[in-house]
């Protein structure tokens, strides 16, 4: 099965130089320390005066929190776009999750779904407190000019495999009942829904992933905390190109193929139920392996195997393992997806070990086998896997700045620990557009004021981050730096049984490369928490290193 594949898309501009005054750490804070957790006699409020962070002052203790606007008492303009006025500004967070209903009133328990205490993988445990906490976290820290902001959840219809019309019907369905004047997401697979808000002149700001078009090029209308598709596809044939072409496959249990030298595979679904993206994805690293190390499509020896499949069930995947391993396919890139009603991961790596053919899993953002819970749940102890993630953090989960803004809104209380970052993240970049778009808050003016976002140096993240022009307006640079990781199947996570975990030699690199040589990409290295926690002393110095290709 082959495919016309399209390179992702991002566009490309520069930034027109506006920025928001640094006012200083002026005014005092404002919270609601003193009302009564459920409380309904006080709404969500914007207080005028916000205390500033560190210096240069920030808007919160967060290095990523723009500059800070400690005080404003003027006129803000009233209605200057769809979806603001002179008290208020809506906008919609569009979820995968069940999440519905007015986010910015007081959080009462009756609101959570039934069994949330404990759900499935976590995804509902206590997820309205945890959203409700962090709306009010911003609205409290961050400067609205007097307006408040009503965000306003409106669940997918499908859930994680809402197809991708379905999605763009949901935007139109949105923008016509709630005529927000912005929108935020928790989901993945959700550019069908961005580029179709954007037609209405409606822009996205959240932690999006698997943006790869704007579909709205000059206007800047989708922004995400996370790597474009085109970022990620290109630092994951930096991968391939730099640490595995080019040697023998020796991570592989079977020892023909550890012997042999590496041929790759790549594996992609033709038409997922959850949209495009992963087909886009599958063209842009084909792409890239081409540009970067001449690693074209095709059967012969130096070139990769791309084969799309339809439905990855059983007697496809039977069919599609056995050609592999008559092709003498030692590394398979997957393209393929642990959630239900897509397993083609459990289906695949099964299949391959019930015809006793063990290659090499290389995994990156597309398939999300970076996650410790889904490798436990979904892969299989015969197949060795590794890859690269962005999603590495410094230190334990309750020390990160999600965890400690739920905490200041609701002391003593757990958050969703699956979703905490994503949330926090995703408003993270609403505030801060809305922020440094100034009083007269537009799409345009909350653009610029992205563009001028510089993040303190010595970030937690990335030495120097910010939304930078050289790499489209939805890429904020906080994640352009990717982690090494491989599963060791009976490795044991801090605090867990010996039921697996995944390893780094904490190897970092990004789209400009990585160390030469594939020495080090399984075996040894640190057993990292779930999600990848860097311990945060080993971070700290990870940061001031600089990376291979930049020491000259």
Sequence with gaps: MSATFERPRVVRGVALGVTIAVLGSLGTAVGWSSHPVGDDSHPVFTPRHKACFGDPPRQSEDPLAPPCVPFFDGHNGGATSRGVTRDQVSVVLYNDLGLEGDLSSPYRTDQEMPGHEASTNGEQTYLVR????????????????????????????????????????????????????????????????ASEMASFGVPTFGAGRDVYDESSTEDEMAWTFHPSLADATAASAAFVCDKLQGSRARYSPDPVLAMAPRRFALLYPVNSQRGPTSAI??????????????????????????????SGGQAEATNIFLDLKLKGITTVICYCVPVANELTVSTFQSTATT??????????????????????????????????????????????????????????????ARFVDDIYHSL???FSAIQLSGPDLTP???????????????????????????????????????LSFWWDPFGQEPGRSRDGCLRSGLEVGSADGWISGDVGVVGGGTCLGSPMQVPAATKAVLDLIPLPWSAS
């Design 130 to 193: 945890t959203t409700k906490a962090l709306v009010r976290f911003f609205a409290n820290h961050y400067q609205t000019y007097t307006r408040s902001i009503r965000v306003i959840a409106v669940p997918s219809s499908g859930g994680v495999g809402t197809p991708c019309a379905s999605r763009k019907v949901e935007a139109a369905v949105i923008n016509r009942d709630y005529r927000p004047f912005a929108a935020t997401t928790l989901g993945d697979d959700m550019n069908c829904f």
């Design 281 to 310: 994805a599958a063209g842009g690293l084909v792409q890239d392996l081409g540009a970067r190390c001449g690693l074209e499509p095709g059967d012969a020896a130096d070139e990769i195997y791309v084969r799309g499949y339809i």
């Design 355 to 416: 015809l006793r053919y063990f290659p090499e899993w290389y995994w990156d953002t597309a398939s999300r086998m970076y996650r410790a819970p889904w490798q436990r749940q979904h892969g299989s102890r015969s197949q060795v896997s590794f890859g690269i993630t962005p999603d590495w953090a410094g230190g334990r989960a309750e020390e990160r700045y999600g965890w400690r803004a739920y905490r200041e809104i609701q002391p003593g209380t757990m958050p969703n």
């Design 428 to 430: 993270l970049v609403l």
């Design 444 to 482: 345009s003016n909350a653009a610029t004021g992205l563009r001028t976002l510089a993040m303190r140096t010595g970030s937690p993240y990335v030495a120097d981050g910010g939304f930078e022009a050289s790499k489209g307006p939805d890429a904020f640079a906080f994640r352009d730096r990717y």
